[in-house]
């Protein structure tokens, strides 16, 4: 009889606890050491960063893959140390018991190609800052144009070298979202599932356009001398804190914003001062000044350029190569974004739903934008729960 009321308080009291239970991970290295991308050029060595949550079944059939953000890493959940200040930028959906439980599921995450936050050590990427094995020195925008079909392409070599050939769902916000369509496509058979966050399955001239002025700054900055600034001295620190700046504004929504940031009437010195830069300026560049300090410019040059170039299938009809898609999908878009508006993700939504794909789409509440894809993913946990299941 006591043995009995151990295990019923053991269910009933230990197991929700450990359901969730803090999440620690470890970030592990893959490498490729010929890497050909879809432009035809060779890229040598190339290493990137990856992290895993669960366990792996033993038919390997619950795999789910995270593709990350433009400015992001594969650090999805949990925490490296105890001591982390925060968790992984998922860490609301992706954990035991949460919406992608992974206490069934097999989580992994990659640092893309090209990872903006090539300083950040916790980091592992090959791109422009880093050094080219035929020259010994960093290879600057001598790095051959990357694209999203790239990305999915090491994706794809790191897993099968596990040997895992297919995923249960492939799920991704804003560039990660581009990821996980492109898998979906690209690879019919080998995709179950698709959740499309805060994206789209094309680019079109004017966000490609708008996407100009996250490079502008940097290419504008006399430190970046065509990208050689590697070594020296002098960097474009100002361009770079300039670029993030503008990304965190476009990646906004004025309702959220306004509430952070203080408003021009209160500045007393621009009303005397041509030269004094309102505060709330100031107050962004501020928070981009620290982000700076893990990111490299060129970096976002070619981030920039991945996303401005995107269009499923890369090929000149978007349309004909979403239809592709048979993995039971989901868009979820924020309903404040400006930046990959509701419209495109609703777009995309119908080419597929005319594709006799019966795509889904429910919008994430909030009062941030692009950002809600983040900060109130949580919102949305159930539908994602109900959709996995």
């Not at 050909?36 to 060595?45: A, E, F, L, Y």
């Not at 619950?62 to 490296?80: C, D, E, Q, W």
């Not at 369509?181 to 680019?203: C, F, H, M, N």
């Not at 306004?258 to 030269?275: F, G, V």
């Amino acid at each position: 009889m006591r043995l009995w009321l151990v295990v019923v308080y053991c269910c009933f009291f230990w197991l929700p606890l450990l359901a969730h239970a803090e999440l620690l991970v470890k970030k592990q290295q893959f490498e490729i050491k010929e890497f050909q991308t879809q432009s035809g050029k060779t890229i040598q060595d190339v290493k990137v960063g990856w992290e895993a949550y669960g366990q792996l079944n033993a038919d390997k059939s619950n795999v789910i893959l995270i593709t990350h953000y433009f400015s992001g890493t594969s650090h999805a959940a949990g925490k490296y140390q105890s001591t982390d200040t925060a968790p992984g930028y998922w860490d609301a959906i992706i954990g035991p018991g949460k919406a992608i439980d992974t206490n069934k599921f097999y989580v992994v995450s990659m640092d893309t190609l090209v990872n903006a936050n090539v300083k950040d050590p916790n980091v592992i990427t090959t791109g422009p800052a880093s050094i080219n094995p035929a020259t010994g020195q960093p290879y600057g925008l001598s790095f051959p144009v990357v694209t999203i079909t790239d990305f999915v392409e090491v994706q794809k070599a790191f897993l099968e070298s596990k040997g895992i050939n297919n995923l249960y769902a492939v799920i991704g916000p804003s560039m990660g979202s581009f990821q996980a369509i492109e898998w979906a496509s690209r690879y019919p058979d080998k995709v179950q599932r698709l959740i499309a966050a805060i994206g789209t399955a094309y680019i079109d001239s004017w966000s490609a356009v708008r996407l100009e002025r996250w490079a502008e700054p940097i290419k504008a900055d006399p430190n970046w001398q065509q990208g050689n600034y590697y070594g020296k001295a002098a960097q474009p620190t100002a361009g770079l804190v300039t670029a993030l700046a503008y990304i965190t504004q476009d990646a906004s929504n004025p309702e959220g914003f306004n509430q952070k940031y203080q408003a021009p009437a209160l500045d007393q010195k621009a009303h005397l001062d041509i030269r004094t830069d309102l505060t709330a300026w100031q107050q962004l560049r501020q928070t981009a000044a620290a982000r700076a300090a893990l990111q490299d410019a060129n970096h976002i040059l070619y981030l920039v350029r991945a996303s401005q170039l995107w269009r499923v299938g890369m090929s000149d009809n978007w349309p004909q190569a979403l239809a592709k898609i048979s993995a039971k999908t989901l868009f979820l878009p924020a309903s404040g974004d400006l930046l990959l508006t509701p419209e495109m993700s609703r777009n995309s939504q119908q080419q597929l739903q005319q594709a006799g794909n019966q795509a889904q789409l429910t919008e994430i509440p909030g009062q941030w934008g692009h950002l809600d894809g983040l900060l109130n993913i949580a919102s949305v946990g159930e539908q994602i729960r109900t959709f996995l299941n």
